[in-house]
């Protein structure tokens, strides 16, 4: 069993920060990609930023300055910094793991989602 949980989403005004964290945890040998994806409604879920395990990340160019991804390999957690948070990224932000599992190989395993809105 392999589980995301995901905090850290709210209600903030235009202009301000959010961080998002998402931690997992279960049987798993080992994390590689992790990142966030988001969704708004009627739009097709888009990716917003992702991390190897190595540390390379990879932005949109949409959140690119404005939006920070870490991890910690040791906790097997991951972090996404949102500054300067604009209407448009308002949306359910979806974290996600490409983990191997004993006996299941490697597969992607999806956070809850976490919703986000930025409005005045």
């Known amino acids: 069993q392999v589980q995301l949980v995901e905090s850290g989403g709210g209600l903030v005004q235009p202009g301000g920060s959010l961080r998002l964290s998402c931690a997992a945890s279960g049987s798993f040998y080992s994390i590689y990609t992790m990142g966030w994806y988001r969704q708004i409604p009627g739009k097709q879920r888009e990716l917003v930023a992702s991390v190897t395990h190595s540390g390379t990340t990879n932005y949109a160019d949409s959140i690119k300055g404005r939006f920070t991804i870490s991890r910690d390999n040791s906790k097997n957690t991951m972090s996404l910094q949102m500054n300067s948070l604009r209407p448009e990224d308002t949306a359910v932000y979806y974290c996600?793991?490409?983990?191997?599992?004993?006996?299941?190989?490697?597969?992607?395993?999806w956070g809850q989602g976490t919703q986000v809105t930025v409005s005045s």
């Open positions: 996600y793991t490409q983990m191997g599992v004993v006996g299941k190989g490697v597969n992607t395993y």
